[in-house]
């Protein structure tokens, strides 16, 4: 079935769309990128494509009513983009098939350029008399010259020309075409010198040669560059374990299970894990202690104890003891494969510096060409005129050769991909680097606005905080009560209840050997308090736990004194509950949820850095005052609702020029962190705010690991990776507005400098390795700044 035109003027209700992934080949350059958008975007049905050159896919949202993957994918290799629709695929061959493909693209190239190289080998031995060598009569002819460059059009050079007339064909001239424009031309005009001797042209036919044998040892440096830059979701893909030890639920620690494949376990299902073994699927540990290694999914490289109890994460080494897994996640729902999805989102998604990048390379071929035209008939009808003696100089004597050569240098000097390997190498590394540190980002759109920020805003509970409130403080009002009677009436009480006080308060009684009393005819006051009765030497007696709010509902009375007592614990900004028993006071217990170890530190390393932080928070003003006076935030908005939060987060946007940032913990949190520009969420056991956040901080708290941690190495990373992709489209956008003069002959009246194709071809393989390789270097500097210390204006 034919894709159809998508049409001008449609009035159609909203369809619904539904996302493939098309792998792609033959793109070399933006401008490949540009026209298989184009053609994509040009069909109806199709509502987005998002292309990447270094990781060759294309990612499409389309109305599976109007079109079909498979039709785009032969659209697209009928434009001589070979595609097909990338198979859902096992979770043991995903990495296979990538490092296959790789190491496949890097055996052609390989081959095509030892064909080059021996066919430039025996050009040059021709010519080694002009080097003050012995002249070799066969190599020397003039005829097996021709049968060389011949060859080298044929052989290595056919994919090129193929290529390249294809995009001519369909209005989506590339890099190819240049190349091939470049040396068809100078192969004909050597042909023409060859057969009609007369007209005094001189044969060139080594520069076809020498240009292919300079492209594809450029292409074979930057295709090896690129693997590396992609080897690190390789490597992640590699972690996934291939089988499990499926056991029953009454197994001996000795029984080791039964070998199956890891895509087959269910949820619910018991696994075994012995030491050395990658832990297959997500899981709570159920029986036996371990330590594991999860530097995979935090960046921190000591092993973490496990016991029952604990959770564990698929791909992460067991390396100490045997362990029975109760399953939780598997298959896709994994923190790893969360891990890998939002590491290839990231290396598609485009950063707005990008779409700008490749928008001009769409168009940098037909410059090109314009500007080669434009040089062939100024040098042919103007220049070889005004400076006769140029063309004396460079020993062709002939206006119409050097207009020609001058021509075929501008069009295999240019390089479209330099520009187009810009910005999405440098965003392949710096996403790699965060994904290896346990930093998830979710794509280079998301890393260049962390490199504009100016405001950063924190939630409180659970972000800036630990999110589990301790008892501090506790003292009675009763004679005939102990500070022991008070703790266990209320863990008592509030075992019937489930908020972070109440669990605050049961751990306290566990941590005090308390045991539990037996309790009746709980109340719960959500906000207030509760009560329940409870058996107290033999008689159930009522007992109320609660704010004061909650106390006067329940007819108890608090004694002015009182506040006196509990003012210093509200200023700290704790929490105060009351106890009472049969409707009078017993005593106070106060509660504080602690400020996360690194909290003060990453306030204070942003503040440095010159950006403002926000305490955005629900709690109470006098609790929120209390925290941003000990991380010396001054700007502070309490008492604020989920909803009302992505309001102020809008108010700041409308306020300022600069992207805003939110950190929060992702459930509460998750209006805010959707409105922000970057929203950055802190992991939570396996469950992570992906929808919501542009940025996961996957590192849990314990074993000296901190979650904020990662925050300032986010911001770190992305600010570098900005300035890599500053770097590398000055070096892009600057080689091409230097070198295509000079090519051009803009040095040649006075200086008698002009480049032969072949040069300019050297020229344009070695721009392309020059902007992978410094993006490369991201990675150098990121281990310098996270080391040594990081300072916002060298990194800008």
Known sequence: MQVVAKPQDTQTLTPHLTTTTLDVGGMKCAGCVNAVERQLKRNAGVDSAQVNLITQVAVVQYDDNTVQPDELADLLTSRGFPSQVRPPQSQTKEADNLAQRRQKEER????????????????????????????????????????????????????????GAIGIRYGNPNMNTLVGLGTLSAYLASCVALLFPQLGWECFFDEPVMLFGFI???????????????????????????????????????????????????????????????????????????????????????????????????????????????????????????????????????????????????????????????????????????????????????????????????????????????????????????????????????????????????????????????????????????????????????????HPLATALLEKAQQLELPLLKAQEFQTEAGLGVSAHVDWEGDFQPIQVGNEDWMTQQGVTLPNALNEQITPYLNQGKTVIYVAVNGALQGVIALQDPLRPEARQTVAKLQNWGYTVLLLTGDREDAAQAIAAQLKISHIKAKIRPTEKAQIIQQLQANTPHPIAMVGDGINDAPALAQADVGIALRSGTEIALEAAGIILMTPQGQGQYPLDNLTQAIQLGLATLRKIRQNLFWALGYNAFAIPIAAGLLLPTWGIVLNPATAGGLMALSSVLVVTNSLLLRQREEVTFSHGFSRNMTK
């Open 108 to 163: 052609e190239q390989l081959w095509r350029l030892l064909t080059a190289a021996i066919l430039l080998l025996v050009s040059g031995l021709g010519h080694i008399e002009h080097w003050g060598g012995p002249e070799i009569p066969v190599l020397s002819n003039i005829w097996v010259h021709w049968g060389l460059a011949t060859l080298a059009l044929l052989i290595p050079g056919r994919e090129i020309l193929v290529d």
């Open 216 to 498: 594809f040892l450029g292409r074979t440096l930057e295709g090896r560059a690129r693997g590396r830059a992609s080897a690190a979701l390789e490597k992640l893909l590699a972690l996934r374990p291939q089988v499990a030890r499926l056991v029953g639920d009454t197994e001996s620690e000795e029984e080791t299970g039964i070998e199956i494949p890891v895509e087959l376990v269910r949820v619910g299902e018991r696994v075994r894990v012995l030491p050395g073994e990658k832990i297959p699927v997500d899981g709570e540990i159920i029986a036996g202690t371990t330590t594991v290694n999860e530097s995979m999914v935090t960046g921190e490289a000591t092993p973490v104890r496990k016991e029952g109890g604990e959770s564990v994460v698929a791909g992460t080494m067991n390396q100490s003891g045997a362990v029975t897994v109760q399953v939780t996640h598997t298959g896709q729902d994994t923190a790893l494969a969360q891990i890998i999805q939002a590491v290839e989102e990231a290396q598609t998604r485009k950063a707005p510096i990008q779409q700008f990048a490749d928008k001009v390379a769409g168009y940098f071929a037909y410059g090109v060409m314009g500007i080669a035209l434009l040089t062939f008939g100024f040098w042919y009808v103007l220049g070889t005129n005004i400076w006769p003696e140029t063309v004396v100089q460079q020993g062709t004597h002939s206006p119409l050769l050097l207009s020609l050569k001058l021509a075929i240098a501008v069009l295999v000097i240019a390089c479209p991909c330099a520009l187009g390997l810009a910005t999405p190498t440098a965003i392949l590394v710096g996403t790699s680097i965060g994904a290896e540190r346990g930093i998830l980002i979710k794509g280079g759109d998301v890393l260049e606005r962390i490199g504009h920020l100016k405001t950063v805003v924190f939630d409180k509970t659970g972000t800036l905080t630990q999110g589990r409130p301790q008892v501090t403080d506790c003292f009675t009002t009763h004679p005939q009560c102990s500070e022991e009677y008070l703790i266990q009436w209320a863990a008592t009480v509030e075992s019937g209840a489930n």
